[in-house]
């Protein structure tokens, strides 16, 4: 049985590199390592963490903080202090109140300070009256120190992507438990910070804080909330990051383009159990999302009315694709086409195979394009072993009516051997991944 993206692949008519593209997210990269000129005010990422509560100490800057929160805080920076004595002991130790600013990653107005870095990882701690005992308690109690945490990955130079937050109870024993927050989409943070600045800007321009939401600490320790001097009551509950995340989360009755490629290896999973070896490329990752970020800086982007007419031209419903389009105009198309990219890391380490991208990316961005009836689309590969080179390739395909048709005869086909607990008629994996149909054991009587 032939292999899918074989497949696929028959269906490429033509694949160039795009150079102008190509040229300006490598000028971008450039750009990005040249310092910029500071902006006339800033916030701390504290600041953005609680967009309300900020407002409102700028607006009324004569109420006094009560005595006990004042004790609370300058307690937890004494903590702060000893924890850093015993955590200096840990071989990777190596700041402690390290000042960042996101000026030097295209995120102007924006500093903060982390703890401690252990290694490439940041700390950050948290004292608290009583420590969170699970990651939801986490999430539901604590999103601003989430959110903090990770803005400190955005606009830290070196994205760190596996980060932690230290939580010590402030009274004896002084009880610890620490959480690993792992970044998973760099630039939606980023798109988060840039959006918190842009209506705090406006709230204080026009006097109006409606659209910064609910204080965290509202009803808890908000001294504000409590003297009755801010709006809360009439707002909604701050968006949380973990709600941005339910968001882009794949439904359970589609499929992605991975599972369509490796159909054996869904199967697997989801009838079987079995799952696939974990992946663990933080390099890799961190390749994605710079040049993630690279791309959504070109002067391609789609507006709100062009995205929504794209989402409902989807002709395949039963596939999760997430959004990458761009708008690219050319001197053949003043106007402006709609195009979907893909975003790739490539282990090549000869200079000829950059000429053309690899046969399973060119699939992948054929299953794509045929999805919304496409037939051309743009491959975005990093070339790490290559000094970093950067290609675009405009990748053409031929029948894509045919190709959908393929691609939905794959769907069916892979639904009933799910439905039937039958994978003996899917199409094999692809060479790099070993896995074979597993037989599924008797239960034991």
Not at 239 to 244: D, N
């Amino acid at each position: 049985m032939e292999e899918v993206a074989n497949k696929i692949n028959e269906f490429v008519v033509n694949c160039e590199c795009n150079e102008s593209i190509a040229a300006m997210l490598r000028k971008n990269v450039d750009e990005q390592l040249k310092v910029k000129s500071s902006p006339k005010i800033y916030y701390y990422v504290t600041d953005l963490c609680d967009p309300c509560q900020t407002y409102w100490k700028q607006v009324r800057p004569d109420v006094k903080r009560p005595k006990e929160l004042l004790r609370k805080l300058f307690r937890g920076t004494q903590l702060h202090k000893n924890a850093s004595y015993w955590l200096s002991t840990f071989e990777e130790f190596s700041v402690y109140e390290g000042k960042i600013d996101g000026i030097y990653v295209d995120l102007p107005g924006v500093r903060g300070s982390i703890d401690y870095l252990l290694g490439k990882k940041i700390v950050d701690l948290k004292t608290k009256d009583k420590v969170p005992d699970t990651p939801e308690d986490v999430l539901n109690n604590y999103p601003q120190d989430v959110e903090q945490i990770s803005f400190y990955s955005a606009i830290h130079p070196e994205n760190p992507l596996e980060n932690y937050i230290l939580f010590m109870e402030n009274s004896h024993p002084f009880k610890l438990k620490a959480f690993k927050i792992k970044i998973k989409d760099l630039g939606r943070i980023k798109s988060l910070i840039l959006d918190r600045i842009k209506k705090l800007n406006f709230a204080f321009e026009n006097k109006n804080p409606s659209a910064l939401g609910r204080s965290r600490y509202h009803n808890k320790t908000c001294y504000l909330c409590e003297e009755k001097l801010c709006n809360c009551e009439e707002l909604a509950p701050l968006s949380k990051l973990v709600e941005i995340k339910e968001k882009i989360k794949a439904p359970l009755n589609v499929f992605t383009i991975w599972n369509l490629l490796a159909p054996v290896e869904c199967y697997n999973e989801l009838v079987l159990g079995v799952k696939p070896p974990p992946y663990n490329s933080d390099e890799k990752d961190e390749y994605t999302l710079c040049l993630r970020n690279l791309v959504e800086q070109l002067p391609f982007k789609v507006n709100l009315n062009d995205k929504q007419g794209i989402k409902s031209s989807l002709k395949e419903p039963r596939l999760y694709l997430g959004f990458k389009w761009l708008k690219i105009n050319t001197s053949a198309n003043p106007s402006g086409t709609f195009i979907p990219y893909l975003i790739k890391v490539s282990n090549s380490a000869e200079t000829r195979t950059a000429i053309k991208p690899n046969s399973f990316h060119l699939a992948q961005l054929g299953i794509f394009a045929a999805a919304y009836g496409k037939s051309k689309g743009i491959l975005f590969v990093v070339y790490p072993k290559l000094n970093d080179l950067i290609q675009a390739y405009e990748v053409s395909y031929q029948n894509t009516p045919d190709m959908l048709k393929y691609i939905k005869k794959l769907i069916d086909n892979l639904e009933k051997s799910i439905k039937d607990k039958d994978g003996s008629n899917l199409p094999p994996n692809p060479p790099f991944i070993k896995t074979e149909i597993q037989t599924q054991l008797p239960e034991v009587q």
